[in-house]
């Protein structure tokens, strides 16, 4: 029984106007939908950020993969990585740029997927088994212009409540932050709250989350995220303010000897997806200190049991472990589920752009959040089906959006000319 064919497919999703330290998001977000089907018509899925690079060398691989054995993993692995001649460099900007650690996991995923269809067993069995039967996620918070993406671009409907008004209007200084805040939270049951900063001066940002303190009270978990965009002295100085108020500050500053320095100069965990983002990275953080959180990503990481690798890694030096989370549809949060059921040391209630997409793969439409959390499902593979009609449409959808690859900077000139992303902005 071996794999007949691998395809991919570029998708495009609604994504509302999101301000971040890189810009500002387009009206779509990009993913590739990777399919892997065996000899006797089963197929295993994975999903990865959508950049056209991270496409070619999904295709490059195609020789790889097609006629291995599903079953034969870590060779399949080991030939990609010999097989794959890409650049893997993260890049400076908030989100993750490299192309060989997205083919890894797209295929891993979609492999493991495909084994447990085969076997009729949830891909929690194949990592071990589960810990928990339900994985905990964080409200994700950000700074936006109005709009809710896609055809909508930045206009508005009439007439919604709830969520789907929230997710829709502005939200552009404390109030609107704390507007956003009651409404995803009713809205999924979310009992942790992260504000995705690097958009605004830093006191406007801190002045949100006390915002948030004082509308929540001291029991709701609060985390700041500046993508790294500060200055140690400014990073050290809001931590000060925010001793007491968050959860964890994460990336307030760029690369581990900044983090360390912070670190030793505040009394708050600190929390990274921007400075420990390899196995490379790993050494540093040790020595240095870094950090206290590591937030873990398949996507960046390689695949599933790479994280599960992580995993270990926290445990013995002593870090706390969440998940980070890029926007995404249905395939990733199961993947992310399916992983999260089986680390015991999640110590954190994982990050997710789920709420803020609306376009879905998966059939039955979105991913049910039940108290914050997602039910771990015991169903074959990653335990959701694809809706063709869905990733045609979406398919479609990126033809005709004409994006190829995410840039914020380019996004963020349409409302401000002559914005210029800037490593160290205040």
Same mark, same amino acid.
């Given at each position: 029984?071996?794999?007949?064919?691998l395809?991919?497919?570029? #998708?495009?999703?609604g994504?509302p106007?999101l301000?971040?330290?890189?810009?500002?998001?387009?009206?779509?977000?990009?993913?590739?939908?990777?399919?892997?089907?065996?000899?006797?018509?089963?197929?295993?899925?994975?999903?990865?950020?959508?950049?056209?690079?991270?496409?070619?060398?999904?295709?490059?691989?195609?020789?790889v993969v097609?006629?291995a054995?599903?079953?034969?993993?870590n060779d #399949? =692995?080991?030939?990609?990585a010999a097989h794959? &001649?890409?650049?893997d460099?993260?890049?400076?900007?908030?989100?993750?740029?490299?192309?060989?650690?997205?083919? $890894?996991?797209?295929?891993?995923v979609?492999?493991?997927?495909?084994?447990?269809?085969?076997?009729?067993?949830?891909?929690?069995?194949?990592?071990?088994?589960?810990?928990?039967?339900?994985?905990?996620?964080?409200?994700y918070?950000?700074y936006?212009?109005?709009g809710?993406?896609?055809e909508?671009?930045?206009?508005?409907?009439?007439?919604?409540?709830?969520?789907?008004?929230a997710?829709?209007?502005?939200?552009?200084?404390?109030?609107g932050?704390v507007?956003?805040?009651?409404?995803?939270?009713?809205?999924?049951?979310?009992k942790s709250?992260?504000?995705?900063?690097?958009? %605004?001066p830093?006191d406007e940002?801190?002045?949100?989350?006390?915002?948030?303190?004082?509308?929540?009270g001291?029991?709701?978990?609060? $985390?700041?995220?500046?993508n790294? #965009?500060?200055?140690?002295?400014?990073?050290?100085?809001?931590?000060?303010?925010?001793?007491?108020?968050?959860?964890y500050y994460?990336?307030?500053?760029?690369?581990?000897?900044a983090?360390?320095?912070?670190?030793?100069?505040?009394?708050?965990?600190?929390?990274?997806?921007?400075c420990?983002?390899? %196995?490379?990275?790993?050494?540093?953080?040790?020595a240095?200190?870094?950090?206290?959180? #590591?937030?873990?990503?398949?996507?960046?990481?390689?695949?599933? $049991?790479p994280?599960? /690798?992580l995993a270990?890694? @926290?445990?013995? %030096?002593?870090?706390?472990?969440?998940?980070h989370?890029?926007?995404?549809?249905g395939?990733?949060?199961?993947?992310?589920?399916?992983l999260g059921?089986?680390?015991?040391?999640?110590?954190?209630? @994982?990050?997710?752009h789920?709420?803020?997409?609306? /376009? !879905?793969?998966?059939?039955?439409?979105?991913?049910?959040? &039940?108290?914050? @959390?997602?039910e771990?499902?015991?169903?074959?593979?990653?335990?959701?089906?694809v809706?063709r009609? !869905?990733?045609?449409? =979406?398919?479609?959808q990126y033809?005709? @959006?004409?994006?190829?690859?995410?840039?914020?900077?380019?996004?963020m000139?349409?409302?401000e000319?002559?914005?210029?992303?800037?490593a160290?902005?205040y």
């Open positions: 029984m071996n794999i007949q064919a395809y991919v497919y570029p #998708i495009a999703v994504d106007p301000l971040n330290a890189g810009g500002l998001h387009a009206p779509y977000a990009l993913r590739l939908i990777v399919e892997l089907v065996s000899d006797d018509g089963i197929s295993g899925f994975g999903e990865v950020p959508g950049h056209f690079k991270t496409r070619a060398a999904l295709e490059a691989v195609r020789p097609e006629g054995s599903p079953f034969h993993l #399949i =692995l080991n030939r990609i794959l &001649d890409v650049e460099n993260r890049g400076d900007r908030p989100w993750d740029s490299r192309q060989a650690v997205h083919v $890894r996991s797209a295929i891993e979609a492999l493991l997927d495909l084994q447990g269809r085969m076997l009729g067993r949830p891909v929690h069995e194949l990592l071990g088994g589960k810990v928990r039967d339900r994985v905990e996620f964080s409200a918070l950000f936006k212009y109005e809710a993406g896609g909508l671009g930045f206009h508005t409907k009439s007439g919604l409540t709830g969520w789907a008004q997710r829709q209007a502005a939200a552009l200084d404390p109030d932050i507007a956003q805040a009651r409404a995803m939270c009713d809205e999924y049951g979310f709250i992260k504000l995705k900063g690097g958009a %605004f830093p940002e801190a002045a949100a989350i006390h915002a948030m303190r004082a509308a929540f001291p029991g709701t978990p609060l $985390r700041l995220d500046p790294a #965009i500060w200055t140690v002295e400014t990073a050290i100085r809001i931590g000060r303010d925010l001793e007491g108020v968050l959860e994460e990336d307030p500053v760029r690369g581990q000897e983090m360390a320095e912070v670190r030793q100069a505040l009394d708050i965990p600190m929390a990274t997806n921007m420990t983002t390899s %196995f490379g990275d790993l050494p540093g953080s040790v240095l200190g870094s950090e206290d959180v #590591i937030l873990s990503d398949h996507h960046f990481w390689g695949g599933l $049991r994280s599960q /690798d270990a890694f @926290c445990r013995v %030096f002593g870090r706390g472990l969440s998940m989370s890029n926007s995404h549809v395939i990733s949060l199961a993947a992310m589920t399916q059921a089986t680390i015991p040391n999640l110590t954190y209630a @994982c990050d997710t789920y709420p803020w997409q609306e /376009d !879905e793969v998966v059939a039955g439409g979105q991913i049910h959040f &039940d108290d914050g @959390c997602v771990v499902s015991d169903e074959p593979g990653l335990g959701v089906e809706d009609d !869905e990733l045609a449409r =979406l398919q479609a033809e005709a @959006c004409g994006l190829t690859h995410r840039d914020d900077e380019v996004e000139q349409k409302v000319p002559g914005w210029k992303f800037a160290t902005r």
